[in-house]
């Protein structure tokens, strides 16, 4: 009961994207509610008091201005690398600098509306199998594109669900999925999932969006504002 009320955990925090969706601009640092988006996730994940260690990944180009962002922010827990050529690469080289941490969450920077709650619910959720990913009902009808834009199937909606971060991990069950990882994978779930662990759904949220296009970014802008406002 001791790992319930200190549970241990080290967050990887990836933002090593290039910004090809966003005209070149790195997002990270683009101003979202009086900070740069990258503090938003950041922040939260520092003031909670279980989580020991937060390594930011990312790309080389931003380490400097990274760790300006880390000492005006006063971020005593992070410790900044630089990324790979792929989100799982980023992923991978933030591992490395894990430390005697059982629990290890992975965030996209991106994803800049997280709370506490979303990460104690998604420890809460990774002790039934070593494994838990955030995520959503699709509202949705999709489609399988079965070729030349030719529908192939209607999926069934009532089943599916849109994965977000925070995705949450026993460290021995990350460490040894990105050791034995050959495919190439969009998320960390898939990463588990090749070596046939079981991967637990809770509930995500539907603000928790990951900004990749100018739109995405106007909207962040648009939930930033409401955000301040109920606090």
Same mark, same amino acid.
């Given at each position: ?9 080290? !967050? ?12 070149? $601009? ?10 740069? &988006? ?12 279980? !989580? ?8 080389? %180009?931003? *380490? ?7 000492? /005006?922010?006063?971020?005593?827990? +992070?410790? $900044? ?11 991978? #080289?933030? &591992? ?6 059982? @629990? ?9 509306? =997280?709370?506490?709650? =979303? ?13 838990? !990913? ?15 834009? *030719?529908?192939?199937?209607? &999926? ?16 021995? +069950?990350?460490?040894?999925?990105? /050791?034995? *990882?050959?495919? #190439? ?9 090749? &070596?046939?662990? %079981? ?19 106007? *909207? ?6 409401? @955000?301040?406002?109920?606090?």
């Amino acid at each position: 009961m001791r790992e319930r009320s200190n549970p241990k955990l080290g !967050v990887v925090i990836v933002a090593a994207g290039g910004g090809q969706r966003m005209g070149g $601009i790195n997002k990270s640092f683009a101003h979202l509610g009086g900070k740069p &988006l990258l503090a938003w996730a950041v922040d939260t994940c520092h003031r909670c008091s279980f !989580v020991q260690q937060i390594v930011l990944v990312l790309n080389g %180009k931003a *380490l400097t201005r990274g760790q300006r962002l880390k000492e /005006e922010r006063g971020w005593s827990k +992070v410790v $900044i690398c630089s990324g790979g050529a792929r989100r799982q690469d980023s992923v991978r #080289e933030g &591992l490395k600098l894990i430390k005697h941490c059982v @629990w290890v969450m992975i965030h996209d920077g991106a994803c800049t509306f =997280l709370t506490v709650g =979303l990460m104690e619910n998604g420890l809460e959720a990774a002790r039934k199998t070593g494994a838990a !990913v955030a995520a959503v009902p699709v509202k949705d009808t999709i489609k399988l594109d079965a070729g030349e834009r *030719l529908i192939g199937e209607t &999926l069934q909606r009532d089943r599916l669900w849109a994965a977000q971060t925070p995705q949450i991990f026993s460290f021995d +069950v990350i460490t040894k999925a990105y /050791e034995n *990882l050959a495919a #190439e994978v969009t998320d960390d779930a898939a990463a588990v999932e090749h &070596l046939g662990y %079981k991967v637990k759904l809770y509930m995500g949220d539907y603000n928790n969006i990951k900004v990749t296009t100018p739109e995405d970014l106007a *909207l962040a802008r648009v939930i930033a504002g409401k @955000w301040k406002e109920g606090k």
